[in-house]
């Protein structure tokens, strides 16, 4: 049933965000992305992280897309012409986008299991099962201390000061756009 | 689990963005791209931190927020340089050309 769910959704990811690089005009463009955003939360929700489906939606899908709408109908974009690079380009495009789907796809076959595997004929190397933690972690996590606070307890204890260090750069970026939207740059 | 598949969606929807942004010649749609990449590896974090526990969505969370700091001020960047160029066309953009 989950397998179901995330192949329908999965497929709708991967034909919204072939329209959004294909369509002509930027907003109908900006659609299709909310589309794929919206799927890959429903996405996030399968793979047990459902606290990040949540701001998957509110930050990606609700602030940053509405910003980028504001800003195409800002300028006015809305009935732009084809902006496709030409033909030679579109082929070079295609066999570079190509040759990297490939590669990464190549490279999603390496399971744990099978790095695992192939670190143990290495005299070298210690026991793989200390290296890769078997199972759900993340699961038996939410499960002893609910969603939110499998995410909290490592955000405010481990990683607590680059999360203060994210508010710096925030500042920065709010500074930063004020300064280049003001009027006589 | 879904962690194969899960990292081939990432792939897929990475190589897409990629042919986005080398197709493409408005900077808005451009910007967009960049957005589907981000997004294409804040899936492979999640799908990765069924196995190695939460520190996947903390990177998720950083990432989110690095999106949204840039998209501030690429969008602030493009509404600057569309008052000097009334276009978004990247090839009417040659400022830095030496």
Redesign the interface.
Known sequence: M??VV??IF?AI??LS??L??LQRS?MV??LW?VS??CS?AA??V????Q??AA??VL??AG??MV??LF??M??N?GD?GS???GPS??A???V???L??VE??A???Y??RRLANELSQWPTFTDPATV??A?????Q?SAARGVVG??A???FQ??LI?FEI?SV??L???V???V??KRN? | ????????????????????V?????A??L???I??ML?AV??SF??L???????G??M???V??????????G??????I??HKQS??LGNINLLRG
């Open positions: 989950t397998e995330f192949y999965a990811a991967v965000a072939a959004c690089i930027p463009s900006a992305l794929t955003m890959l996405i996030y399968l793979l047990n992280a606290f990040i701001i998957q930050v990606y602030a940053i910003l980028f800003v195409i800002l300028l974009l732009a902006d496709l690079r380009t579109v070079a495009t295609l570079i986008a190509g990297l789907s990464l796809l490279l999603t076959r399971t744990p890769f933690v199972g759900q972690v993340t699961q996590e499998a995410l307890a490592p955000l481990v990683y680059p994210t750069l925030l920065a970026a709010i930063g756009a004020v280049l939207a740059v | 689990m879904l962690l194969g598949p899960a990292l081939a969606l990432s792939a897929i929807l990475f190589s897409l963005g990629v042919a986005g080398l197709l493409r010649r408005n808005i749609v910007f967009m791209c957005e589907l997004n804040n899936l999640v799908a931190a069924q196995l190695h526990g939460a520190s969505h903390v998720v969370f950083f989110m927020t690095v999106a949204a700091a840039e998209a501030a001020v969008l602030a960047i493009i509404i600057g569309f008052r978004v066309d």
